[in-house]
């Protein structure tokens, strides 16, 4: 199988900021890939580099079997990519948007306006089609973001953050629609997210950022069960929490146990039996028991596994288009 992208030790400083470091991944064709992680890990960084906005510090990658710093008009033709922060011109009605989309890459009248009238029945907005986007909600918007990066047909599709600020209803829209498009126009899909269930839900392979580095990569059945234990109690301790900590530890039927502001996280095999145990254990200890919860192992828990601690959606910032999330601005481009 070809690959669609491949990165050779890619790296971007920012001045005495590394905002990611000596990454190498391959991605096949027509694979949905995810690359998970925090506000600032670094995600951002990468998807501009790999889509030319941005040359990288050292290393290099390909994308469509062309290099990204000799090659990038080819780069360019071969991708489409949706940003973070919704691109469509507010004055312009959703047709014109993505038929003056289509110019850019100089796609025939003919095959652009065919292309056009497909893709808006395809995302739900042909009856809106004449109207001015500003009139669209944030997942109308979004839906017209997307589908005006198809009209030229790309072979790769970067998804930054896509459904970031959208509500539950129009992310799930969102995902279906991207669901759709891969399985009918046969692109490979390269997506970053912070919303762990975004990523499972998607995702054929993930690769976990944090701090510009890879820590974990597989499918997300591969990342889970590489997580001992098949359940997870959480205790949610007001006081002893280092106490009962210690104690869990020692356990032999607890794998691993972790604290996070004030929550004991107990990896065990069958969480129904052992969650009554943990909650004695902390009691006799003098903790008292806020809540308890079991949950399946997720994303969320790959994480925590990894780095101790789980993702948290950040504040939104306005960023540079050119610098990313997390990377000042005056520290300028590399």
Request: aromatic letters at 6%; charged letters at 30%; one cysteine or more.
């Amino acid at each position: 199988m070809s690959l669609a992208v491949e990165t050779f030790d890619i790296r971007k400083t920012f001045g005495e900021l590394t905002a990611v470091k000596d990454i190498s991944i391959q991605i096949d064709e027509g694979e949905f890939f995810g690359f998970l992680g925090p506000n600032g890990a670094g995600k951002s960084t990468l998807i501009r580099m790999l889509t030319t906005v941005l040359r990288p510090t050292s290393g290099t990658a390909k994308v469509g079997g062309y290099d990204i710093t000799k090659e990038p008009e080819k780069v360019r033709r071969s991708i489409g990519v949706v940003t973070q922060n919704m691109a469509s011109d507010l004055d312009l009605t959703a047709r014109e948007n993505m038929d003056i989309f289509g110019k850019f890459y100089e796609v025939p009248k003919k095959a652009r306006q065919e292309r056009v009238a497909e893709l808006l029945e395809r995302v739900g907005l042909a009856k809106k089609a004449d109207e001015l986007a500003a009139t669209f909600s944030g997942g109308m918007r979004r839906r017209l973001d997307i589908a005006r990066v198809l009209v030229h047909k790309p072979a790769i599709l970067f998804l930054d953050e896509p459904t970031s600020g959208l509500d539950p209803q129009s992310r799930r829209v969102v995902w279906e629609m991207l669901r759709d498009f891969m399985k009918d126009y046969s692109m490979t899909i390269f997506l970053t997210t912070h919303y762990m269930e975004e990523a499972e839900a998607l995702c054929t392979r993930v690769a976990i950022i944090d701090h510009g580095s890879v820590i974990a990569m597989g499918t997300p059945d591969e990342l889970k069960s590489g997580i001992p234990g098949n359940d997870i109690v959480i205790l949610s301790l007001s006081r002893e929490q280092e106490k009962v900590h210690h104690l869990a530890t020692a356990e032999g039927y607890v794998h691993k146990a972790q604290l996070e502001n004030g929550d004991l996280r107990c990896y065990v095999d069958n969480g129904s039996e052992d969650a009554p145990r943990l909650m004695k254990l902390a009691t006799d200890a003098g903790a008292e028991v806020k809540a308890v919860s079991i949950q399946k192992l997720s994303l969320e828990d790959v994480f925590i596994h990894y780095t101790g601690r789980s993702i948290r959606e950040e504040e939104s910032r306005k960023v540079s288009l050119f610098l990313g999330a997390g990377v000042p601005t005056k520290l300028g481009r590399n």
